[in-house]
């Protein structure tokens, strides 16, 4: 069974920034597509950036140009490097996978909800 954990959450000051990683146990990690999701107060869980199997990346408006999506197929894991963080970005920021893209944007995704990492953003 896929299972994925995330990692790399905290507390930060705005401007600040930090990365976020993501472990995956599995076969066949370089196929998958892969995504980073996060959930704010009240608010539904929303995607952010995506990464494909071939390497595409992907991003919501509100994050592009501030958030870098990667993955190193040889150790199973993906990361979010976070830059100029804003109080807006506060959430709890989870991973998960699929056979493609169009799938994570649907979130028709291949392994449960993990418990997240959290990021705060805060003066």
């Known amino acids: 069974q896929l299972h994925l954990v995330e990692s790399g959450g905290g507390l930060v000051h705005p401007g600040g920034s930090l990365r976020l990683s993501c472990a995956e146990t599995?076969?066949?990690?370089?196929?998958?597509?892969l995504g980073w999701y996060r959930q704010a107060p009240g608010k539904q869980r929303e995607l952010v950036a995506t990464i494909s199997g071939g390497g595409i990346t992907t991003y919501v408006d509100s994050v592009a140009g501030r958030f870098a999506i990667s993955r190193d197929n040889a150790l199973n894991r993906m990361y979010l490097q976070m830059t100029n963080l804003q109080p807006e970005d506060t959430a709890v920021y989870y991973c998960?996978?699929?056979?493609?893209?169009?799938?994570?944007?649907?979130?028709?995704?291949?392994?449960?909800w993990g418990q997240g990492t959290q990021v705060t953003v805060s003066s």
């Open positions: 599995g076969s066949d990690f370089s196929l998958r597509a």
């Open positions: 998960n996978a699929a056979s493609t893209v169009s799938l994570l944007r649907v979130g028709a995704v291949s392994a449960s």
